[in-house]
């Protein structure tokens, strides 16, 4: 098991599973039986504990889980690269949203037979030693596309254009990238020795991808087709072989696939691209490359992400250069190393921009090459995308540079690949041209996809959940004034109107809305209003409506029917199920059938987490275990006091991505059950249920320049979810955007996470309208004895000592960065905040400064704001 990384007794985490309930599922692997056979099946014994089976399961679906013994708690942070990652992109983040394949529910059914697409790449090398002559050349390619399965594409990089060999050879050209082309002169700047190794008549002609399907015989028809640009504009200098000037243009040839006689699918989305790199190119690796080939394989994938359906397979083939990690160290016909050593590290280039980036050592300069030139399989790797197993280790080795052969697919499907020889159809140069050509053939079992409306395979938009959205839904709780009943419809339609205007010039395209909410109209027309402006296209919002009602099939098409035509859209992007955990498996059926007809693009559920710890995530499992179409997104009330950490944990492992809604813990349903309380009731027990109030996040803030609020959604950002805060206040909606000029460390994600009470903002609005004697909601146990504390310390005799957990985490974040500014030289922490301890009641938070200048007015039992325009009375903080 050591080639593995994985020894009997490891604790492993099932992931990519087809059954997806089972995702995210621990066991310990299982000493093994039969060594051997376990090496040539790649699968090891597991034993489940959840249920304590032993089942047999593939290496690639298990994840070693790192020991926490003696390990300091992260809070459920994603690490310092993911909060690297939020800072750099900032408001445009997203999280990835999945549709996992649609699953038969009825085993009666037989499944069609999946379709057979056969693929070749050739990379004909700029020609640099063209065919021995046409007929040879014909019948060399005659050869290799019809030993075995005849080839349905083919992907020609680094041809001539006007070259019609494979036209002659019964082959039809689909696309070429002529029209992003340069000349080969240009392509290999000016270099003599590379021009006097190519037939005379070649330096002048444009150097093409292209794509060529079957003219007779295919199964296979292109529906549509086109060509992009993927390199930078830059401006290489310095170089060797006077090598100067703009980098070459590097463009990729797509075209979108269809079974004949099928409009329905399955599509596949096949993409042919030539990187930068080569024995010019290479010699900038260090600096002024070093990142190059990774973004031309992001603008790649962009691409497909871009133009493809939500079910289209993708597929990159032959990409030069593009090696992945474990074929670099096992590259023949030559060794990566050998075409380090005699091309790349002769460069002078290279060694002055080693020297500027302190590579000193040969071996250091080595690795580096080595990471720039697998940096286009990382990124496939991190986008989820399998590599065709068959094809490691093959690479060949010209002037032109290292060439490495490459299949891989968006998603896990049956496939493999193959080398096929073209010897002899090259006339021997008396250049470095290569003595052979090789091909590359793979073969892809695409399985037809569950029917669907033409509307819905022409629904566009984001294919990521944006991480910050809106909160639109309206409550009286949000007005800090009455209003006559005859000017309280007006005031909802004014500021839902200019609430959601203000987000989107903050940057937020995830608008939440739902059927419940009294002013679901208003924020359909505002919507409306603004993509008829130009202000925002459709396709860049993203939409999540909620439905809760779900007694019939007939009643989910009235509510669709109403949530859309309220929104005044055709769709919504997210369509999320609002009905008690109980009634969701004899209802999703029914939402599954208005994600076929396209009137949404992924489905969602939520209410699950209110079952409790535990009984919750087993629950989930066993619906999830019922679906064809699995939820895309789960949604549940979490922040610090209310961190929902089982559910979490579950969606994590599933694959399933997280919305947060109350994120700030909905302060204004919290100040409606405050109002029933006496005014020293409400404002010691603030710090204890109300998120933007908590004196911990406070400290926290102050420490990093932001407010508690914004600690908040930070915290959640750093767990992964997408959070929708809500405001009707213009200044708090730009602040609740503001969350990446600043990051929170491990320590202080778990110093948060223990603010976990169980507080759930909606059990407190509901106690706040019970008829009769107001109680405290159900929380954790710590929580409800500090609340029950201050209110008997306040009403009459009996015990203090309220708010300790409070205290004891101000104490431990004091100490914290105590210690942090000792390591800075500064003594016992001088510029540190100044945190209240010891024992006690505690104090009002302490004021929170907004962009405008808002604060909190503590003792009044309400929450100031500044006023949103004249006559317009003060909302709310956020949600």
């Known amino acids: 098991m050591d080639e593995w990384g994985l020894s009997a007794g490891d604790v492993v985490e099932l992931r990519g599973l087809s059954k997806l309930e089972m995702n995210g599922q621990r066991g310990t692997v299982l000493p093994l039986e039969f060594p051997e056979q376990a090496k040539a099946l790649g699968r090891l014994a597991v034993m489940m504990e959840a249920t304590g089976k032993r089942l047999s399961l593939k290496v690639e679906n298990l994840v070693k889980v790192q020991s926490t013994a003696g390990a300091a708690k992260t809070g459920g942070d994603l690490g310092e690269e993911w909060s690297a990652l939020l800072n750099e992109r900032g408001k445009s983040m997203g999280l990835p949203l999945r549709c996992p394949e649609r699953r038969r529910r009825h085993r009666g059914a037989e499944p069609e037979p999946p379709r057979q697409l056969v693929l070749m790449s050739l990379n004909l090398c700029h020609l640099s030693a063209e065919p021995r002559g046409d007929e040879i050349g014909l019948s060399r390619l005659d050869a290799a596309t019809s030993t075995g399965s005849v080839p349905d594409i083919i992907c020609v990089q680094e041809s001539l254009e006007g070259f019609d060999l494979l036209m002659r050879s019964g082959y039809t050209k689909l696309i070429s990238s002529a029209v992003k082309a340069q000349p080969v002169r240009e392509m290999v700047y000016n270099n003599c020795d590379t021009l006097q190794n190519l037939p005379a008549d070649s330096a002048d002609k444009l150097l093409v991808n292209e794509l060529y399907i079957r003219s007779e015989g295919s199964q296979w028809e292109a529906v549509e087709s086109g060509v992009e640009q993927i390199s930078s504009d830059l401006l290489l200098a310095g170089g060797d072989a006077n090598v100067t000037g703009p980098l070459a243009t590097r463009s990729v040839v797509w075209a979108r696939l269809r079974p004949r006689e099928s409009s329905e699918g399955p599509f596949v989305f096949v993409l042919n691209a030539q990187l930068s790199g080569g024995a010019l190119e290479d010699q900038f690796f260090v600096d002024q490359l070093a990142h190059e080939r990774g973004r031309q394989l992001e603008r790649v994938l962009e691409v497909f992400r871009q133009r493809s359906g939500e079910s289209d397979l993708g597929v990159v ?91 891989a697919t968006s998603r896990h499907i049956p496939a493999s690949a193959e080398r096929v020889s073209l010897e002899g159809f090259w006339r021997r140069g008396d250049g470095e041209a290569p003595e052979r ?55 909802v339609d004014e500021l839902s109107e200019s609430a959601v205007l203000a987000a989107l010039s903050a940057g937020v395209r995830l608008f939440e809305s739902g059927n419940k909410q009294m002013n679901q109209q208003s924020v359909g027309r ?54 008690p955990p109980e009634r969701a498996p004899q209802a999703w059926p029914w939402l599954e059938e208005v994600y076929r007809e396209g009137r949404a693009r992924y489905l969602g559920i939520t209410n699950f987490d209110l079952l409790g710890p535990k009984v919750c995530v087993e629950v989930f499992r066993d619906f999830l275990a019922l679906t064809e179409v699995p939820p895309a997104v789960y949604a549940m009330e979490v922040h610090p006091l209310n961190n929902n950490e089982e559910m979490a944990e579950c969606c994590r492992g599933l694959g399933i991505q997280v919305m947060a809604y109350s994120p700030l813990g909905a302060p204004h349903k919290m100040e409606a059950f405050m109002k029933i309380l006496t005014r020293s009731d409400a404002q010691d027990m603030r710090p204890l249920l109300k998120v933007p109030d908590s004196s911990v996040l406070n400290d926290v803030g102050q420490r990093h320049g932001a407010s508690a609020a914004q600690v908040a959604l930070r915290w959640n950002l750093q767990r992964g979810h997408c959070v929708v805060p809500k405001s009707f206040d213009p200044a708090h909606i730009l602040e609740n955007t503001e969350l990446f000029h600043f990051s929170l460390s491990q320590r202080e994600m778990s110093i948060l996470a223990g603010l976990h009470k169980g507080v759930r903002a909606e059990r407190f609005l509901g106690q706040s309208h019970v008829q009769g004697k107001k109680a405290l909601p159900k929380m954790t146990r710590d929580a409800q004895d500090a609340c029950e504390a201050i209110l008997s310390k306040i009403r009459g005799p009996g015990s203090g000592g309220e708010g300790g957990a409070e205290e004891q985490m101000q104490q431990e974040l004091a100490e914290l960065y105590r210690q942090q500014e000792v390591l800075k030289g500064k003594g016992k922490g001088a510029g540190a905040p100044m945190l209240k301890g010891g024992g006690g009641k505690l104090g009002p938070p302490p004021m929170v400064q907004s962009g405008k200048g808002v604060r909190f007015q503590m003792g009044s039992g309400q929450l100031g704001a500044p006023a949103l325009g004249k006559g317009t009375p003060a909302v709310g903080y956020a949600s």
């Open 317 to 407: 083939l032959g990409a030069a250069g593009a090696l992945s990690s474990a074929c670099a160290d096992r590259c023949v016909d030559p060794p990566l190393s050998v075409y380090f050593d005699d091309v790349v590290a002769n460069y002078h280039r290279v060694m002055e921009d080693a020297v500027s980036a302190g590579l000193r050592t040969t071996d250091l300069l080595e690795q580096r090459f080595c990471e720039y030139l697998c940096a286009p399989s990382e990124a496939l790797v991190a986008q989820g995308w399998d590599f065709v197993e068959g094809l490691d280790g093959f690479a060949v080795g010209s002037s032109c540079g290292f060439l490495a052969e490459h299949l």
């Open 437 to 491: 050509c090789s091909a590359i053939k793979g073969t892809l079992e695409v399985h037809p996809q569950v029917q669907q409306s033409e509307e819905h395979a022409q629904r566009v938009g984001l294919v990521e959940l944006p991480a910050i959205g809106f909160g639109t839904c309206f409550m009286p709780e949000d007005l800090n004034e009455r209003v006559a009943e005859s000017e309280f419809r007006k005031m």
């Open 526 to 579: 505002t919507l409306w209003t603004a993509v008829a402006a130009g202000i925002v296209s459709r396709p860049e919002l993203f939409i999540a409506g909620r439905i809760p009602r779900c007694k019939d099939q007939a009643e989910v098409r009235r509510e669709v029917d109403m949530l859309l035509r309220e929104l005044r859209m055709d769709y919504v992007d997210l369509l999320v199920m609002d009905i």
